[in-house]
T-cell receptor
């Protein structure tokens, strides 16, 4: 079974700093997809970024970028120029074609606090 | 506005008292699913539905039931709630069942406490 591990339960940085959240996963499949979701205090789940495993280029969305290391099964999220509004719980998630891509497997989450 | 709604948003109940958490989407999505979120465990899928009258178990279906009689609604039923079902519940929907490529729309969550 696929598993997703986020080893940092909590992180805290100063506003405008860069922060990197870690995520590792375990799968024997070759074709899969990885995601980072943001959950602010409002509890709404917001898709931050998506990466397809067959694409070598790392995905970027404005201040958010990933470092996808397929061989190491690592998928970290970098937030540049962090803002107070980035304060949230961040979840790494995985899905694959073989399991019908019908569910997301989530990590435990990392609670990120941006301090003024 | 495209959205997934859940009701109630908060619920405190007692062990054994049947309850239903409703989920409705207005986007004509075929796929709907339920997740529960627990500290240190992230979100885990309970049930999902690929279309009307088609439902299947996720990773943690024990103690839950679902139905999909209409495309827009996917209620989560707890026939006899127990304290270990105290959790934050999310409903999600997408156009098709391919969560790898279809944007997942999540509801606002339902905080359930079972005493």
């Amino acid at each position: 079974a696929q598993t997703v591990t986020q080893s940092q339960p909590e992180m805290s940085v100063q506003e405008a700093e860069t922060v990197t959240l870690s995520c590792t996963y375990d799968t024997s499949e070759n074709n899969y997809y990885l995601f980072w979701y943001k959950q602010p205090p409002s509890r709404q789940m917001i898709l931050v970024i998506r990466q397809e495993a067959y694409k070598q280029q790392n995905a970027t969305e404005n201040r958010f970028s990933v470092n996808f290391q397929k061989a190491a099964k690592s998928f970290s999220l970098k937030i540049s120029d962090s803002q107070l509004g980035d304060t949230a719980m961040y979840f790494c998630a995985f899905t694959s074609e073989i399991q019908g891509a019908q569910k997301l497997v989530f990590g435990q989450g990392t609670r990120l606090t941006i301090n003024p | 506005e495209a959205q997934v709604t859940q009701n109630p948003r908060y619920l405190i109940t007692v062990t054994g008292k049947k309850l239903t958490v409703t989920c409705s989407q207005n986007m004509n999505h075929e796929y709907m699913s339920w997740y529960r979120q627990d500290p240190g465990l992230g979100l885990r899928q309970i049930y999902y539905s690929m279309n009307v009258e088609v439902t299947d178990k996720g990773d943690v279906p024990e103690g839950y039931k679902v139905s999909r009689k209409e495309k827009r609604n996917f209620p989560l039923i707890l026939e006899s709630p127990s304290p270990n079902q105290t959790s934050l519940y999310f409903c999600a929907s997408s156009l098709s069942g391919t969560v790898s490529t279809d944007t997942q729309y999540f509801g606002p969550g339902t905080r359930l406490t079972v005493l």
